[in-house]
């Protein structure tokens, strides 16, 4: 337990009184976060993985031959819009955005994610949920303005 006490002006009194109470529930801040990771995901794809200062490896020459044929004009990590969508839309059936009073979840349950982010075997890292310094600052100031508007 947390026993604030402030003598002086109601103003400050308020102020911190709201602080405490929105500490109880971080959904509004989680949403604001969510829409913003999405966009930040758009960007990623739109990119290729160089908005995170890591561009994606391309294709081998033959997959990349296969799928020019099968899927013109798809860009990587895109060949059906699968993961694209779990990632930058929170109504996919694939999305998933937990929002909790204290907790939030972001991601995908598409099977084949874990290995693009994480690379393996022939298959080369491509991160696809890769935040910047600024990325995180801008979920930090999320919560703070959150915390105090």
């Not at 031959?65 to 899927?71: D, E, H, M, T």
């Not at 693009?116 to 949920?129: A, C, K, M, V, W």
């Given at each position: ?40 995901l758009s960007d990623q794809f739109d990119s290729q993985g160089a908005r995170s200062g890591r561009q ?28 694209r969508r779990s990632l930058t839309s929170g109504t996919s059936i694939h999305a998933v955005r937990e ?51």
């Amino acid at each position: 337990m947390v026993t604030i006490r402030v003598t002086g002006g109601t103003r400050a009194q308020a102020a911190i009184t709201r602080i405490v109470s929105r500490l109880k529930d971080f959904r509004p801040a989680y949403r604001t976060m969510a829409r913003f990771l999405e966009g930040v995901l758009s960007d990623q794809f739109d990119s290729q993985g160089a908005r995170s200062g890591r561009q994606w490896a391309a294709l081998s020459q033959k997959y990349g031959a296969w799928k020019a044929k099968r899927y013109p004009g798809k860009g990587l990590l895109e060949r059906e819009g699968t993961l694209r969508r779990s990632l930058t839309s929170g109504t996919s059936i694939h999305a998933v955005r937990e929002i909790g009073r204290k907790r939030f979840v972001f991601g995908t349950t598409v099977p084949y994610a874990p290995f693009h982010q994480e690379g393996g075997g022939n298959l080369p890292q491509r991160r696809l949920i890769d935040p910047t310094t600024g990325d995180r600052k801008e979920m930090s100031e999320i919560v703070r303005r959150y915390l105090t508007r």
